[in-house]
């Protein structure tokens, strides 16, 4: 089975880890670790980092009229920050790979199955 593991890091502390550089070393040393192990193992089908929030544009549909924000659409003090798609056997199996991320510990990360594409028959 397919599942994407999204990526949520606190804005603020991620900002600060990157930004001192006695913690950016371990910051994306814990990152290149974890992302070399998906890879390692050979389960990874795709993935990337994001840039920051404010990077973003969202585009919304409104009475047939398109609207568009700078910024994500949710404030929050988490950032998606980055994702993977796995292949592994079960949803027990994408759990565990959760769990050792990065973000699991100073943020969360989230587990959904991919939509398989529709049957081309």
Known sequence: MQYMLMFYENE???A???DQAERAGPYWGA????????????IVLRGDGLLPPAAATTVRLEGGN???QDGPVAVTKEQLAGYV???VPDLDAALSWAARSPSSSHGATEVRPVLPPPNQG
């Not at 290149?32 to 998906?38: D, E, F, M, T």
Request: avoid cysteine.
């Open 12 to 14: 603020a502390e991620i």
């Open 16 to 18: 600060a880890q990157r």
């Open 31 to 42: 990152w290149n670790a974890y992302i070399g192990a998906l890879y390692e193992a050979g």
């Open 66 to 68: 398109r609207l568009v």
């Open 85 to 87: 798609v796995i292949e």
